[in-house]
């Protein structure tokens, strides 16, 4: 089943380089991963074909107008009708969202899909979000020009955990987040590294070994470490949902922050 994506957008030529670059690229040429791109000048009226306005109450900025947000929806929602797809839900990219998260990316990756609302200007009059819009989504507490680049990074998730996109299947699964921590270190040759400056720098021992059950400890224990100093909320998320085990705990027992 394909994930089909419509996009919403003020600026669709944003789109088309990133779906011919890198492995993702097969998810997008096999469509696997669906993409309609809907330019919200082409719903607009008027000589100018004009998209937004001041708002109410005065203030800085532009307000995206409801009108041609509806003709866009609307047409998507006949096209979406006329594949035999079903309705999809639409997804407007805000810093009011709630954060993106692997797991949601995981749900999205194996849903039909969604229909993503890149907003610009000052925002997108309040009534199109409380009519339409499903879900707010959030890429961080920052603020972007417009929902292109958080579209594009929701595809870029998405498109990576689709079947036959990544050269080994098993790669999205070592991912951070994947099983609710940060990834471990990952390292290539040489074996030994010589720095511009003289410095050498080598890698872990265990590595090396050949002793797989070793080196699958060993990674655990990075994974907790590195995620107990940078993120140790989601430690505490992994203990409330039973998933450190006693080995684990009393490595972080011991472990100095």
């Not at 997008?28 to 708002?55: I, K, N, Q």
């Not at 203030?59 to 003709?71: A, D, I, Q, Y």
């Not at 194996?110 to 009534?127: I, K, N």
Request: glycine residues 8%; aromatic residues 6%.
């Amino acid at each position: 089943m394909a994930v089909r994506f419509d996009v919403i957008t003020l600026f669709p030529d944003l789109f088309a380089p990133f779906q011919a670059v890198g492995v993702n690229r097969r998810a997008f040429e096999s469509r696997a991963v669906d993409v309609h791109l809907w330019p919200l000048r082409d719903h607009a009226e008027g000589v100018y074909r004009r998209v937004d306005d001041r708002p109410f109450g005065g203030g800085p900025g532009m307000v995206m107008l409801v009108e041609p947000l509806v003709r866009a929806l609307q047409a998507i929602r006949a096209a979406q009708q006329a594949a035999g797809g079903e309705r999809l839900p639409v997804i407007m990219f805000s810093p009011a969202g709630r954060p993106l998260t692997q797991s949601r990316v995981q749900a999205l990756a194996q849903s039909p899909g969604a229909v993503l609302l890149c907003g610009r200007y000052e925002g997108v009059d309040q009534r199109f979000i409380d009519a339409y819009v499903d879900e707010e989504v959030s890429m961080g507490d920052y603020v972007l020009s417009g929902g292109e680049l958080p579209a594009l990074t929701l595809m870029d998730a998405v498109a990576r955990l689709q079947p036959g996109v990544l050269h080994d299947a098993a790669s999205h699964e070592q991912d951070s987040f994947s099983d609710g921590l940060l990834d471990c270190p990952h390292y290539s040759r040489p074996e030994v590294l010589t720095l511009p400056e003289g410095q050498e720098m080598g890698v872990p021992s265990v590595l090396m070994s050949g002793h797989h059950a070793q080196i699958a400890r060993w990674r655990r224990e990075q994974q907790l470490a590195i995620t107990a100093r940078r993120r140790p909320e989601l430690i505490e998320a992994a203990r409330a949902r039973g998933e450190l085990s006693k080995q684990d705990e009393h490595f972080l027992s011991n472990l100095q922050l």
